[in-house]
T-cell receptor, first 116, second 114 residues
Framework: GAGVSQTPSNKVTEKGKYVELRCDPISGHTALYWYRQSLGQGPEFLIYFQGTGAADDSGLPNDRFFAVRPEGSVSTLKIQRTERGDSAVYLC??????????????FGPGTRLTVL | AQSVTQLGSHVSVSEGALVLLRCNYSSSVPPYLFWYVQYPNQGLQLLLKYTTGATLVKGINGFEAEFKKSETSFHLTKPSAHMSDAAEYFCAVSVTGGYQKVTFGTGTKLQVIP
């Protein structure tokens, strides 16, 4: 596709449930980032992948959050035992390799997660 | 540690008036600075960025920003606002290193009044 795509666009779940959010980066982009944007806030870094490996997961808030990128393309963000505080828009971005500082990150439209 | 502060969560301007969105940064090392725009239900789009070199940076849609190290500022301006400029704008900073770990500000919503 032409840009970063994310599915689903909206996800409503109940407290305690498990959810998966998917990101399809721009073809050829080896760097992939996940961010979380809470209401009234700017995006907050969660995790960065270079290829298949998570090079920096320091932004993941706790061990209920996990992300994978098994083939170095599509990534899935997984949230276990969801809590109401997890409600936010989850953004994915990708950039060219090498992901040097200053290289533009291209963002997807996000997945709006609502935990009831 | 790096951070950005955006002054004013909401800014209103008349169509045709100057747009000025303020951003101050904090960084212990030379920063790279960005402005992103977010339209409703859309992803973030890069407006412009400062990495090195010329401190006055021109971006898309007629926007520009000036890096002022002495003031730790990177304010975004546009001489004449257009209705289509109504959106939320985010200032962001990353530091030199192996990859781009970006820290965003809290955003400024720009309203353009006809």
């Amino acid at each position: 596709g032409a840009g970063v795509s994310q599915t689903p666009s909206n996800k409503v779940t109940e407290k305690g449930k498990y959810v998966e959010l998917r990101c399809d980066p721009i073809s050829g982009h080896t760097a992939l980032y996940w961010y979380r944007q809470s209401l009234g806030q700017g995006p907050e870094f969660l995790i960065y992948f270079q290829g298949t490996g998570a090079a920096d997961d320091s932004g993941l808030p706790n061990d209920r959050f996990f992300a994978v990128r098994p083939e170095g393309s599509v990534s899935t963000l997984k949230i276990q035992r969801t809590e109401r505080g997890d409600s936010a828009v989850y953004l994915c971005a990708s950039s060219l390799n090498p992901p040097g500082v200053g290289n533009e990150q291209f963002f997807g439209p996000g997945t709006r997660l609502t935990v009831l | 540690a790096q951070s950005v502060t955006q002054l004013g969560s909401h800014v209103s301007v008349s169509e045709g008036a100057l747009v000025l969105l303020r951003c101050n940064y904090s960084s212990s090392v030379p920063p790279y600075l960005f402005w992103y725009v977010q339209y409703p239900n859309q992803g973030l789009q890069l407006l412009l960025k400062y990495t090195t070199g010329a401190t006055l940076v021109k971006g898309i849609n007629g926007f520009e920003a000036e890096f002022k190290k002495s003031e730790t500022s990177f304010h975004l301006t546009k001489p004449s606002a257009h209705m289509s400029d109504a959106a939320e704008y985010f200032c962001a900073v990353s530091v030199t290193g192996g990859y781009q770990k970006v820290t965003f500000g809290t955003g400024t919503k720009l309203q353009v009044i006809p």
